[in-house]
Every structure is written in C-alpha cells, then in structure tokens.
C-alpha cells in the first residue's frame, strides 16, 4: 500500500488567496483526521471523519476552513481566505476502524507558507 | 480536559547509548492509550510504540522501551543502543478509550551524536 497521500507537499500563496490541501487515505480505512502543527501550537486536530462523515470539527479555527470528504479515497482541507498565521504543516491521516488502540498512519504533509 | 506535557525540549546521546524521554500527561479518564511517534526531518510521524492503560506491563518494540507508571501518569521512552537513524523529534500521545482524538505534547528533539 502506499499510505497516506497528500498534495501538494509544498504550498506558497499570497494573503487573501484560496488554498486547498488534498489528501487521500489508505484504502479501507474508516476514518481520515486533519492535523495543523505550529511550532506555537505543536500539532492539533483539526477535524475528523468516520466513513466520510465529519465527526468532530470543534478544532477547526474559524470559518475559513473548511473540509469535505466527498467518497471514501479523498479529502479536502480548504482555507479561503488565507491569512500568514495560517502558515504550517498540515497532515492528513487515517486509521482503520473504531479502536483505540488502533495506529492513526500520517501521511508526509503539506507545508503552507502564507505570504 | 486532557493534557500532554514533554518537560525536555532537547535530548542528546552518544550514539550507542541508551536515552530516556520523559511525558507526563493528566486525565481523569481510567481507560486511555498512550503512544509515543517519531518524526524524523522528512516529517513523517511514524509510531514507535504504544501501551494499553489498562496493561500492566510495559510495552517493548526492540530497542524502544517504555515505562509506564500509571499511578504517577506518567510514560516515558527509551531508546537502547541508540543508532544515527533515531535523531528526530519525539512525540507522546493520549487517546481516551472509545474516542478517536490524539492529544499531543509538545515533542522532545533528540540528536545523536557519532
């Protein structure tokens, strides 16, 4: 399998624009979890997703994120307008069923510079 | 609500040498799961290891080795015969049982020196 896959693995936009991460979760994982890590705020969760449904969206910081899952192989993490203290890496990841005890597999990240 | 805390901002050890990483945590909670991730500079998070609450013994995975005291709260990582390869920031992690939400420490870089 080949993980978790995000793209871009870079991102530079200016302040005001449109930004959207991608990402794609291992095949047959049930939930897909966004992460935002700072060196301020270390890494957070920002939302996550049981069989493309959002569960929990109470670390998404304000209205200009957004997120969708529209099927099972894709996500979305969107941030309109973009602002610099949006700057960060944010990480995708997915684990396979219910269980606590279950590996959350991160995928490589996405490093978004706000300029 | 729960917190994570990693006191050691930076660790060093001679390559060879065995290091220990130091995480305390707070909950309330009796059924929890506790896990420590690497994250080398390819920014990958990778796991290293993990530990049921409810476990008494403490987990090992090769050269990784945790000790957790629950009483204490507390979960610490050690690394044996520590390699060049180890060198990355150092996570721990805590999962209430039946919830999904990761709650991190603010991560312990560790460097290995040759």
């Known amino acids: ?115 | 609500a729960q917190t994570v805390t990693q006191s050691q901002p930076e660790m060093s050890v001679q390559e060879a040498e065995t290091v220990t990483l130091s995480c305390t945590y707070d909950t309330s909670e009796s059924d929890y799961y506790l896990f420590w991730y690497k994250q080398p500079p390819s920014r990958q998070m990778i796991l290293v290891i993990r530990q049921e609450a409810y476990k008494q013994q403490n987990a090992t995975e090769n050269r990784f080795s945790v000790n957790f005291q629950k009483a204490a709260k507390s979960f610490s990582l050690k690394i044996s015969d520590s390699q060049l390869g180890d060198a990355a920031m150092y996570f721990c992690a805590y999962r209430r049982g039946g919830a999904q939400k990761l709650v991190f420490g603010q991560g312990t870089r560790l460097t290995i020196n040759p």
């Open chain 1, 1 to 115: 399998d080949a993980g978790v896959i995000q793209s871009p693995r870079h991102e530079v936009t200016e302040m005001g624009q449109e930004v959207t991460l991608r990402c794609k979760p291992i095949s047959g994982h049930d939930y897909l979890f966004w992460y935002r890590q700072t060196m301020m705020r270390g890494l957070e969760l920002l939302i996550y997703f049981n069989n493309n449904v959002p569960i929990d969206d109470s670390g998404m910081p304000e209205d200009r994120f957004s997120a969708k899952m529209p099927n099972a192989s894709f996500s979305t993490l969107k941030i309109q307008p973009s602002e610099p203290r949006d700057s960060a890496v944010y990480f995708c990841a997915s684990s396979p069923d219910y269980y606590s005890y279950n590996e959350q597999f991160f995928g490589p990240g996405t490093r978004l510079t706000v300029l």
